[in-house]
């Protein structure tokens, strides 16, 4: 087995291990907030804990962080549950919901109210936020900063039962307004909200606030290693603060690391729900969306993903990954495991003069080469075919060495044919190529050793099936999108070409009654994957990645 590399956390929790710090226990979770759909930065962080956990014989819960019910829903909760399930990884009876806290949480700021560390503010907002300071300039403190614990009490207990409208009191931490750090200036528990949870319903109409609710629910858990993004650094003194004055089972250490970036698309998913909201694609699951969802549609692999978020390694400073490492990893699972078949993206009717009218051959074919065991096919071979438009030129440039008027090329599998002839439209188009072929040929070699410098591929046009192939760019043409000029609105970057539909191609018979989510090598084009839009008498393919980079040209 290939030894895991070794990056700050893994060495972190090793030491843990020598010394005995956790009682020799791992337990990790993935704490997503089901307000939209992962991506492949939740993968890198799902690999990360799931995979810590496994390696040390621990646990990685899920855990939804579920405490904003205005922008959350149980549709989220299922595709989250669905794609971590899809990407490998199973938290057995280890999930759990920061709303089934709420009781405990809301024991836990009484407790603090008690023990004088926490208040009810009247101020508004706005007036929050300007008492809080800057970087520089330390806060003022809160009028209300002073009222007695009895106070305090009554107010929060009223707070809960709903007596007072929203945004007209919150609950506060009472730390310290001159702090340093501005998370420690008194942040706010928790905030009055009249929205019906997808979970608890109305049973609450006051919400804790995520660095409230976070690293409680860490404790409540027994997590050991609270692994979070770099933006939380900051957010660490009042993750340990709140679990060092309150009673709780158990300090979780939290742990910060680089969140994924990948270039020519955005990742946030406030930037993904606008994507989606204003119809700029076709919902969550779109093939160019950097969604799991999207990728699995498209044709992306467990594995390859995997092997993605393993290659590009956890660090302390932010980077943005190359989206071409991601398409090498699916190049690379799906060359050993997608069988090859031909198909005709753009057809151009080939036919061949000499070859008797209504006979049919079969041609043994290679279902791949990277793999024996996968066995061969047999492939229909006729008098007229379909060859790839692009396969042929009438007048050929320099270094095209595919079909050309008295070219000879090899077909796939089966002869060398030579142009002979050319039909054009009334537009003078190339409409149809004639050839003729010699029968010795057959199987692709010539017993006189002349060579030729093109193979194509090809389908018989009485055998082949219809397909529609839709083809996929980055959704950003530019690599960093997010870059846009002050004013700018993000989306002014989306690639217009970013999908092209085909709706005439033809495919090899073999692809009949191809199902949705199946792979393949289409000859001498990429990787492809039936879209759920297939039917028994419709095939869809999305184009997953061509063979080899063309875009970075
Ligand atoms: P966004 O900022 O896109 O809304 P988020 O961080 O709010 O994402 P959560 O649902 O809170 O999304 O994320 C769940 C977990 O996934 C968190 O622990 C978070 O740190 C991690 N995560 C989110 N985005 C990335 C990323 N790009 N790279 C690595 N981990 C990530
Ligand atoms: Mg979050
Ligand atoms: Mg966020």
Not at 127 to 153: K, M
Not at 165 to 186: Q, T
Not at 194 to 204: E, I, L
Not at 319 to 328: G, H, K, R
């Amino acid at each position: 087995a290939n030894a895991a590399p070794a990056h700050f956390i893994r060495e972190i929790i090793a030491a843990d291990q020598r010394s005995g710090k956790h009682d020799g226990r791992v337990v990790t979770r993935f704490p997503p907030e089901p307000n939209g759909y992962l991506h492949i930065g939740h993968a890198k962080s799902i690999c990360l804990n799931f995979g810590l956990a496994a390696e040390n014989g621990g646990f990685c819960h899920l855990r939804f962080d579920d405490t904003n019910p205005s922008k959350e829903d149980v549709e989220y909760v299922e595709a989250i549950k669905a794609d971590v399930r899809w990407l490998g990884f199973e938290w057995g009876d280890r999930l759990f919901y920061a709303s089934d806290y709420f009781a405990e949480l809301y024991d836990y700021a009484v407790e603090l109210i008690q023990a004088g560390k926490a208040y009810v503010c009247d101020l508004s907002a706005d007036e929050v936020r300007a008492y809080r300071g800057t970087l520089t300039e330390p806060g003022r403190e809160s009028p209300y900063r002073s009222r007695s614990v009895e106070e305090n009490l009554d107010l929060f207990a009223r707070m809960k039962a709903g007596e007072f409208p929203e945004g007209s009191r919150v609950l506060r931490a009472k730390i310290d307004m001159a702090s340093g750090n501005v998370n420690l200036r008194d942040p706010t528990l928790y905030r009055i909200r009249r929205v019906p949870h997808h979970r608890t319903g109305d049973a609450w109409c006051i919400y804790p606030m995520y660095d409230f609710t976070h690293g409680l629910s860490d404790a409540l858990e027994g997590i050991t290693h609270s692994i979070c993004t770099l933006e939380f650094e900051d957010h660490r003194p009042l993750y340990d603060w709140f679990l060092d004055v309150l009673q709780t089972p158990c300090h979780p250490q939290q742990i910060e690391f680089a969140r994924l970036n990948l270039s020519h698309t955005v990742m946030s998913k406030r930037k993904l729900l606008s994507l989606v909201e204003r119809g700029l694609v076709n919902g969550w699951d779109d093939p160019r969306m950097p969604t799991l969802s999207g990728l699995r549609r498209r044709g992306y692999t467990p594995e390859a993903i995997r092997a993605f978020c393993e290659r590009i390694g956890v660090a302390k400073r932010d980077s943005t990954a190359d989206i071409a490492l991601l398409e090498y990893c699916i190049r690379e699972d799906l060359n050993r495991r997608a069988p090859r078949v031909m198909a005709v993206l753009r057809p151009l009717r080939l036919v061949i003069d000499n070859y008797p009218e209504g006979e049919t051959e079969e041609m043994e074919a290679v279902n791949n080469p990277e793999d024996t065991s996968m066995g061969t096919r047999k492939v229909p071979f006729s008098k007229v075919l379909y060859i790839e438009r692009d396969d042929f030129r009438e007048e050929p440039p320099k270094k095209f060495f595919r079909l050309a008027p008295g070219r000879e090329v090899r077909l796939r599998y089966a002869y060398y044919v030579t142009c002979v002839d050319v039909v054009k439209d009334e537009q003078g188009e190339v409409v149809e190529v004639h050839c003729t072929y010699d029968p010795a040929t057959r199987g692709g070699g010539s017993p006189d050793g002349r060579r030729v410098k093109a193979t194509l591929h090809w389908v018989s046009a009485a055998h082949a099936i219809p397909a529609e192939v839709r083809l996929y760019d980055h959704l950003f043409a530019q690599a960093d999108p997010d870059d846009v000029p002050e004013g700018e609105n993000f989306t002014a970057a989306l690639d217009p070409h970013s999908l092209e539909t085909l709706t005439s191609c033809q495919v090899e018979p073999s692809l009949a009654g191809t199902e949705s989510g199946s792979r393949y090598q289409f000859e001498r084009q990429g990787y492809f994957c039936a879209d759920p839009d297939t039917t028994p008498d419709r095939l869809v393919f999305n184009r997953t990645v061509p063979l080899r980079d063309t875009w970075a040209k």
